[in-house]
């Protein structure tokens, strides 16, 4: 079956950086776009980045825009988010997601156009 496994979250303090990882397994990884989610308390999940299954195009929330890197790595199935320049509002527990369409030709924001989800790792930004 379909496996997503986050790692790399933690507690850090404003201005600092973490890269995120998520291992990917199930199916073939160079086929589906990935996608970066999060969810803070009382909030719904947001979207924050997503990349294509070639590698080549990449989207971003506002608000992460400039600070935040998604990549990924066809030779070790997974996917990469790169944060930079941390506040505290990026706190929450962030996800990544396999797009449910095959070599969609645009990347989706919308939740429901991922149907795999990982179990989720916390990031905690202290001002």
């Known amino acids: 079956q379909v496996q997503l496994i986050e790692s790399g979250g933690g507690l850090v303090q404003a201005g600092d950086s973490l890269r995120l990882s998520c291992a990917f397994s199930?199916?073939?990884?160079?086929?589906?776009?990935m996608g970066w989610f999060r969810q803070a308390p009382g909030k719904e999940r947001e979207f924050v980045a997503a990349v294509s299954w070639s590698g080549g195009v990449t989207t971003y929330a506002d608000s992460v825009k400039g600070r935040f890197t998604i990549s990924r790595d066809g030779a070790k199935n997974t996917v990469y988010l790169q944060m930079n320049s941390l506040k505290p509002e990026d706190t929450a527990v962030y996800y990544c997601?396999?797009?449910?369409?095959?070599?969609?030709?645009?990347?989706?924001?919308?939740?429901?156009?991922?149907?795999?989800w990982g179990q989720g790792t916390q990031v905690t930004v202290s001002s």
């Open positions: 199930g199916r073939s990884f160079s086929d589906y776009g």
């Open positions: 997601a396999s797009d449910r369409t095959r070599r969609r030709l645009w990347l989706s924001p919308s939740i429901v156009e991922y149907n795999y």
